[in-house]
């Protein structure tokens, strides 16, 4: 059973860095692109960037280029986002979920998501 | 990237039929066939409900269909039922190799 499982909730202060996990289990998590979704409370999805685990090529939305980093640890089948200063505005839901590949190809869909992280950014 | 427009809410009664509409541009739902539908509760991650337009993953009921027409994309839910009571989003690849959402459909059954 495919499987991705998110860390859990955060609270953290403005200026404060934060690192958040998804774990995918049940596939070959090398061979399947990760993205990263945010949706801030109340608002709507937003994709922030996607990763290839097998050979950590990144690919950022330009609204979130600059402002998060996306990573892999494809030993532990591990996917993250982190932040390296944290602002108010970064309070939100992520999600990470996965593009399935047919035939080697990459699909333009998300086939499975995590639970979600919550994030809180307060003084 | 602008996001895809979608009516903030629609409502039916059990066994009714409805229709969400997602609208893009030509460099998002009109230049591809890569429009995908999600299913959202409240708390909960999203759920894969359609994709490629309009196929459905294996274990969602055939009472959800999609289809498209130019820059409008639409989900179709028959026999409405109270279970299918939530958040619905649709996303689209885009000419800039980026996704991007519509803003969600809350779906109350009356």
């Known amino acids: 059973e495919v499987q991705l499982v998110q860390s859990g909730a955060e609270v953290k202060k403005p200026g404060e860095s934060l690192k958040i996990s998804c774990k995918g289990s049940g596939y070959s998590f090398t061979s399947y692109w990760i993205a990263w979704v945010r949706q801030m409370p109340g608002k709507r999805l937003e994709w922030m960037g996607i990763?290839?685990?097998?050979?950590?090529?990144?690919r950022y939305s330009p609204s979130f280029q600059g402002q998060v980093t996306i990573s892999a640890d494809k030993s532990i089948s591990t996917a993250y986002l982190q932040w390296s200063s944290l602002k108010a505005s970064d309070t939100a839901m992520y999600y990470c979920?996965?593009?399935?590949?047919?035939?080697?190809?990459?699909?333009?869909?998300?086939?499975?998501w995590g639970q979600g992280t919550l994030v809180t950014v307060s003084s | 990237q602008s996001a895809l427009t979608q009516p903030a809410s629609v409502s039916g009664s059990p066994g009714q039929s409805i229709t969400i509409s997602c609208t893009g541009t030509s460099s998002d739902v009109g230049g591809y066939n890569f429009v995908s539908w999600y299913q959202q509760d409240p708390g909960k991650g999203p759920k894969l409900m359609i994709y490629?337009?309009?196929n459905r993953p294996s274990g969602v009921s055939n009472r959800f269909s999609g289809s498209k027409s130019g820059n409008t994309a639409s989900l179709t839910i028959s026999g409405l039922q109270a279970e299918d009571e939530a958040d619905y989003y649709c996303s689209s690849y885009t000419s800039s190799s980026t996704w991007v959402f519509g803003g969600g459909t809350k779906l109350t059954v009356l």
């Open positions: 490629d337009v309009s």
């Open positions: 990763i290839y685990p097998g050979d950590s090529d990144i």
């Open positions: 979920a996965r593009l399935p590949s047919l035939f080697g190809v990459v699909q333009h869909y998300f086939d499975f």
